[in-house]
């Protein structure tokens, strides 16, 4: 067979959320810098974030109150040094991304702050009203496009390759040339974003297919906590309409949850009511549901001034309107759909995966800031300062991670050079991509079944019994969508898996046959690995 073309680079970062651009901003002056990504190059989960980016930045704020926030809202499981981290160079960062252009709403000269669900104070910056993400985007990409970085699009990574057990570059396919190459590069960058496509209700973006954690999981890297997944109270629901996100700040800014009989519950839930810890509104919220036999409850913006709801909510006001809602007149149907992974690729504080030459930053990896439940508007945040951590980190790239004082193994073969290979042809016959569709349909059903919100034993196992019927064949020449199926079920199982094995509640995860939080047995991290069963450290 001839070989694939290769390419040569110092860097190489695969990704263009915030995570992915803050490394590569950081990597400028290092080397020659190449940058990936699977679809557009500004298409990522980075573009759509709404509410905003926290940082205790205000007057009335502290540092160590937003650090105290994050590990209340995280149930006892946040790294306390990735926290304090984050909390700290917070604001430097984005006082660096505004020195960038990056145009933040004010009132009058003085940064502009509203509340979110489980934050003390009022510390979300946000842009265009709720069009942080994009914001953010637009300041890093022309910082990035001022430096020597190439980009390239429609690059999918299909697999690491690895020599003497040590990350030496990437397989991809050029979507548009529909051919194979490989880049090889000093450091590899894995900023790829989350998973949230693994369910049948998400408010990610369709490229969120857990493509990073699939791939390095089968390279050998260890993954921590990935049975975490946040699930967000408010998608909006509309029947064959993608769930799309009607941001927490609606409820930072007085919005309320009403059930079906239009009573505000959140107030039997939590003292903090609707601004209560996401998991904790979304479960409840879950309650609701099976209480009522609704399909929705209701978020109620009525009673704000609808001239402020337009200005502040732009876009959401529009995107509404496309389903003939008006969201300072109509009470908007919602329902949790998943939203974010706390866990991920393991990483030490500075992006060091447990693969020598493998880092990781952002949504799919874990160095364990969020615990089991991230604060809102803290993963703008985490893009940014351990986007550029791991940038530093990687110039000149080290050896394997010590993840997190607990020290993790490099379980990859030691000597050959190998190709972390993908599942690979599943049989002589080619399947048809229909069958592929088929099937993720069914793993997104299964997860949001049994393996969402309120999980047990039982609807584990059953869920594992399914997925294991249900990996979708690889034809001989996948394409994207085939390599992107293969990784949805490998993301499927791994979570199913670690799920099942950490028997409490706990932040995200909650066990209706484990429902209280077991700190003696499960106050750890969970651990898997290619072949290896699930564990706790
Ligand atoms: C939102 O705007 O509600 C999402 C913000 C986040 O995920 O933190």
């Known amino acids: 067979m001839k070989s694939p073309r290769t390419r040569e680079a110092d860097y190489l970062v695969i990704g263009c959320g915030?995570?992915?651009?803050?490394?590569?901003?950081?990597?400028?002056?290092?080397?020659?810098?190449?940058?990936?990504?699977?679809?557009?190059?500004?298409?990522?989960?980075?573009?759509?974030a709404q509410g905003g980016i926290a940082a205790a930045l205000s007057d009335e704020d502290e540092i160590a109150l937003h650090y105290q926030d994050t590990l209340q809202a995280g149930d006892s499981l946040?790294?306390?040094?990735?926290?304090?981290?984050?909390?700290?160079?917070?604001?430097?960062?984005?006082?660096?991304?505004?020195?960038?252009?990056a145009a933040f709403d004010r009132n009058g000269t003085k940064l502009a702050f509203t509340r979110e669900g489980a934050h003390s104070r009022s510390r979300i910056l946000h842009a265009h009203g709720d069009s942080t993400g994009r914001e953010i985007t637009r300041a890093l990409f022309a910082r990035a496009r001022a430096s020597s970085i190439e980009f390239l699009p429609y690059m999918f990574t299909t697999e690491l390759l690895l020599e003497n057990g040590v990350v030496v570059g990437a397989r991809l396919l050029d979507e548009r040339q529909k051919t194979i190459s490989e880049i090889r590069a000093r450091a590899l960058l894995l900023a790829t974003g989350g998973l949230g496509q693994v369910y049948s209700e998400t408010t990610n973006p369709s490229l969120a297919t857990g493509d990073g954690v699939a791939i390095a999981y089968r390279a050998g890297a260890v993954l921590r906590d990935i049975e975490f997944v946040q699930f967000h109270p408010t998608a909006l629901y509309c029947q064959g309409a993608p769930r799309f996100l009607l941001s927490e700040a609606l409820r930072g800014e007085g919005a309320c949850l009403r059930n079906v009989d239009l009573e505000?519950?959140?107030?039997?839930?939590?003292?903090?009511?609707?601004?209560?810890?996401?998991?904790?509104?979304?479960?409840?919220?879950?309650?609701?549901?099976?209480?009522?036999?609704?399909?929705?409850?209701?978020?109620?913006l009525t009673g704000l001034d609808p001239e402020h709801v337009r200005a502040r909510f732009p876009r959401i006001y529009a995107t509404c309107q496309?389903?003939?809602?008006?969201?300072?007149?109509?009470?908007?149907?919602?329902?949790?759909?998943?939203?974010?992974?706390?866990?991920?690729?393991?990483?030490?504080?500075?992006?060091?995966?447990?693969?020598?030459?493998?880092?990781?930053?952002?949504?799919?990896?874990?160095?364990?800031?969020?615990?089991a439940?991230?604060?809102?508007?803290?993963?703008?945040?985490?893009?940014?300062?351990?986007?550029?951590?791991?940038?530093?980190?990687?110039?000149?790239?080290?050896?394997?991670?010590?993840?997190?004082?607990?020290?993790?193994?490099?379980?990859?073969?030691?000597?050959?050079?190998?190709?972390?290979?993908?599942?690979?042809?599943?049989?002589s016959n080619d399947p048809l991509p229909a069958d592929g569709?088929?099937?993720?349909?069914?793993?997104?059903?299964?997860?949001?079944?049994?393996?969402?919100?309120?999980?047990?034993?039982?609807?584990?196992?059953?869920?594992?019994?399914?997925?294991?019927?249900?990996?979708p064949p690889l034809p001989s020449s996948p394409g994207r969508t085939q390599y992107e199926q293969s990784n949805l079920h490998i993301v499927a199982e791994v979570i199913a898996r670690c799920a099942l094995a950490r028997e409490e509640s706990r932040g995200a995860h909650y066990r209706s046959d484990f429902p209280c939080r077991d700190d003696e047995r499960w106050g750890r991290y969970s651990r898997i690995a290619l072949g290896q069963p699930v564990t706790f450290e």
């Open 18 to 48: 915030v995570a992915g651009l803050r490394a590569a901003i950081e990597l400028a002056g290092a080397g020659k810098v190449l940058v990936l990504s699977k679809a557009e190059l500004t298409e990522s989960a980075t573009q759509y």
């Open 78 to 101: 946040c790294h306390q040094a990735a926290v304090k981290i984050l909390v700290e160079e917070g604001p430097a960062r984005i006082q660096e991304l505004i020195e960038w252009g």
């Open 264 to 300: 505000r519950f959140m107030p039997r839930y939590h003292e903090a009511a609707d601004l209560a810890p996401r998991d904790v509104v979304s479960r409840a919220l879950m309650m609701e549901l099976l209480k009522t036999g609704a399909e929705f409850v209701y978020l109620d």
């Open 322 to 371: 496309e389903h003939n809602l008006d969201i300072t007149a109509d009470l908007l149907p919602v329902r949790p759909a998943a939203h974010y992974a706390m866990g991920g690729i393991a990483t030490d504080l500075d992006g060091r995966t447990t693969l020598a030459g493998l880092f990781a930053a952002g949504e799919v990896a874990c160095n364990g800031v969020h615990g």
């Open 373 to 427: 439940n991230r604060l809102a508007s803290n993963s703008l945040l985490e893009g940014l300062v351990y986007g550029a951590r791991a940038g530093r980190a990687m110039a000149p790239s080290q050896a394997p991670a010590k993840v997190s004082g607990r020290e993790e193994k490099n379980k990859v073969g030691k000597s050959s050079s190998r190709v972390a290979a993908n599942p690979g042809p599943s049989g």
């Open 437 to 471: 569709a088929r099937r993720v349909a069914q793993i997104r059903e299964v997860m949001w079944q049994k393996v969402g919100i309120i999980r047990s034993a039982e609807s584990l196992q059953a869920a594992l019994d399914i997925l294991a019927r249900l990996a």
